[in-house]
């Protein structure tokens, strides 16, 4: 059985006199795909297999993209992708294109090629039905989000895509009262072989495309992905910054799209989307009483939590870091500690190293997602109302897609972050 995946990326300028370099491997092949479950009675259709595939091939073909160059950035990507029905895919080539153009910023162009994989199963299946399933990262914000359902909790199952965070995420389902989430993982059969440096835009249509076919499994309509405003609304500290999409209203908006051709009637909601990370941690902390922010800390937020190593924005090398702690450079965790007010970070970006380390890094390497966030809360303060945070975004090239919300909303919502940002960092 094969199916296979092929792209040719083509980056912004010749390189070495490539512009285009080209990626491929097979699904069944290359890449380890285990469905351990639980799901739930309704087996899983031949388009939702392909929709799943689909998916899988476009968080591998990310992956396997070379390092990324901030002045050689990637311009389109042309890919062919494995399904068992090509000639229904075809039909929808245009949707999935334009979600993935969305997610990442940079074209696309799809193809279809016939799969003779098997049909995906999970590896258990239970009988009972559900009403919601939350996409359960073990992240701090689905976990603030499940702490509001536990009264729900018989009708709720939790879907989780992992690759070294499963038991975190079974540990949260158990703290909480619900049932073991229902489980995915996929990796490279042979790690070695594989680039491995590309961003994480696409992770995302994944993480939704298996929470969107656990709840047909369990008959659900409702599916949640709890993400805070700030990062749901993806709006960048500067004009030099790309921030994923990946709890974005359009991103819901087309996903649903696409899932709805193949005969899904899903709700996709975020119940997060107008609450800054502080005002949500409040919120499980009422929930939770004095138990919240012992489960909090056991969450993952950060970008590099199981690295080694941290890629650097400026010099060369990496930054060391101790895996299974919090790098406190990147965004997420910059988010995370202004919320949480926590100190556990392998490095505080407001009193970086003294001098680069031995393998060159420079320093700037340390400060620079804090001195941008710091910039934008300054900017953001000095608005009154919707119309003077536009003029700001606008006089700073923030460029905002008018599905991101209404200029009054967006200003409440991230003046009250730049708020809690400037308390924790002055």
Known sequence: MTAPVFATVTTERSANGHPTYDIDFDLDGDIKIDIPGPFGPVPISERESDLLDIAIAVHFLERDQRKKAESNRVRLIDATLPVRDPAFWAGQADKVASLLRWMGGIDWRVSFVQSTASVRTAAKTVTDRARTIVLNSG???????????????????????????????????????????????????????????????????????????????????????????????????????????????????????????????????????????????????????????????????????????????????????????????????????????????????????????????????FTYNLDAMKRFAEIVLATQDGPTFRRAMSANAIDIDPETGTWDELQSLYSRFATEFSKQFP
């Not at 961003?199 to 949640?224: E, H």
Request: glycine content about 8%; proline content about 5%; aromatic content about 10%.
């Open 139 to 365: 992240g701090m914000d689905s976990t603030c989000g499940l702490s509001g359902l536990m009264s729900q909790a018989s009708s709720v199952r939790l879907a989780s895509f992992y690759t070294l965070n499963s038991n975190i995420q079974k540990d949260i389902a158990s703290s909480l009262g619900f049932e073991k989430p229902s489980q995915m993982r996929a990796v490279w059969r042979v790690r070695n072989e594989r680039r491995g440096n590309g961003a994480l835009s696409y992770r995302s249509f994944l993480f939704l495309t298996f929470g969107a076919i656990v709840a047909r499994s369990f008959d659900a309509d409702r599916l949640l992905q709890f993400e805070n405003g700030v990062m749901a609304r993806a709006v960048t500290p500067a004009a030099s910054y790309f921030t994923t999409r990946h709890a974005h209203p359009r991103t819901h908006r087309l996903f649903g799209e696409l899932v709805g051709a193949i005969g899904l009637n899903l709700t996709i909601e975020n119940p997060f989307k107008d609450m800054t990370k502080g005002e949500e941690v409040e919120v499980c902390r009422q929930n939770l009483s004095g138990k919240a922010d012992a489960l909090l800390k056991g969450t993952d937020s950060c970008w590099y939590f199981h690295y080694v190593r941290v890629p650097v924005r400026f010099g060369s090398g990496a930054i060391d870091k101790t895996p299974r702690r919090h790098c406190g450079i990147c965004v997420p965790c910059l988010v995370r500690r202004a919320a949480f007010g926590d100190t556990d970070y392998v490095y505080d970006p407001s009193h970086p190293p003294k001098i680069a380390n031995s393998s060159g890094v420079d320093p700037r390497s």
